[in-house]
């Protein structure tokens, strides 16, 4: 079936063709959307385009780094602050589809689509980030894990905007990696980890893990990261944070591995993400 298809060039011109055109859909990238109508999952009468749109397509890097939801992945990847401040993310969208996907592809999508093995939530969730909505009543602003409710499911009102992705700097001397296992190229993942670590001397103060493709959202590993608090990184601490990672997810067997598979994958990817950061300081 045809659809419309508008490029509004203002935030209020888009915010009320939303209002207007009732079950329209906004587009960035496509490469979600246009894969599911061509699908059928999505018949929408009208597609607004969100390319037009100054405010969604920069990066400001002030004290906090302000990543407009619109910019292409491949140009968040370059960025030289959003490179230097957060490896994880630079990571994870290195691995994301290919570079003609990361060309037009966009953070604001990947959220908005919600999927459990989207690959920047992972690094984002572990930076503690949040996102800048908007609507006709006003902008709000939504941390990451308030923002992911289930697959397909986001915290976005009708016609909401997804604005920015707003990150802060983490401490100097702060170690990030992102890890994630596909079956084959330009796959979603089968199970992916974030992790970061702060340090006193040897000692890792602050903890953070996050895992993806293992439970209905991307979500952080706590009590992983509570055992792994205030150790000195040794293989045995990384061998006690794979069996306890294990146990706070909740995997499915679908097309691309079994629940046990993934469970396991999920262990060795967090026993290897603690190895990696505890090698950088050595
Ligand atoms: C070949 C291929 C390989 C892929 N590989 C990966 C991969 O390895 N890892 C991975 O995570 N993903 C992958 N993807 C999925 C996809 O590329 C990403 O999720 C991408 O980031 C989506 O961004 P987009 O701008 O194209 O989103 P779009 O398709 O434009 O939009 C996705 C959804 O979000 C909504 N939306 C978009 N922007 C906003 C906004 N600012 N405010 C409100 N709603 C918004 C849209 O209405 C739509 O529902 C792949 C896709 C393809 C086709």
């Known amino acids: 079936m045809g659809y419309g298809y508008h490029r509004p060039s203002t935030l209020e011109e888009a915010l009320r063709l939303a209002g207007d055109i009732s079950g329209s859909r906004y587009v960035a990238g496509g490469t979600d959307l246009f894969v599911q109508m061509k699908k059928g999952s999505h018949d929408p009468p009208a597609l607004i385009s969100l390319r037009g749109l100054n405010e969604l397509g920069r990066i400001e890097t002030g004290r906090r780094v302000r990543i407009g939801s619109a910019v292409p992945l491949s140009e968040v990847q370059t960025h030289p602050a959003v490179a230097n401040r957060f490896p994880a993310l630079v990571g994870s969208i290195a691995t994301l589809g290919s570079r003609q996907i990361r060309n037009v592809a966009t953070m604001g999508g990947n959220l908005c689509n919600a999927s459990p093995a989207a690959d920047t939530a992972p690094p984002l969730l572990i930076y503690g980030a949040s996102v800048e909505l908007r609507d006709a009543g006003g902008v709000r602003e939504v941390s990451v894990v308030d923002f992911l409710h289930g697959p397909g499911q986001t915290a976005l009102r009708p016609g909401e905007i997804l604005i920015a992705i707003l990150l802060d700097p983490p401490a100097e001397g702060t170690r990030s990696v992102f890890l994630r296992k596909g079956r084959v190229a330009m796959d979603l993942p089968i199970a992916s980890v974030a992790a970061l670590v702060e340090w006193d001397g040897a000692v890792c103060t602050s903890v953070r893990l996050a895992a993806g493709a293992v439970a209905p959202v991307p979500l952080r590993l706590e009590r992983t990261e509570e055992m792994v608090e205030g150790t ?20 499915i067997t679908d097309l691309r591995s079994t629940e046990d598979y993934r469970r396991h994958l999920t262990g060795v990817l967090v026993e290897r993400a603690i190895a990696h950061l505890a090698s950088e300081v050595a």
């Open 232 to 251: 000195t990184l040794g293989s045995e601490i990384g061998r006690q944070a794979r069996e306890l990672a294990e146990s706070e997810i909740s995997p």
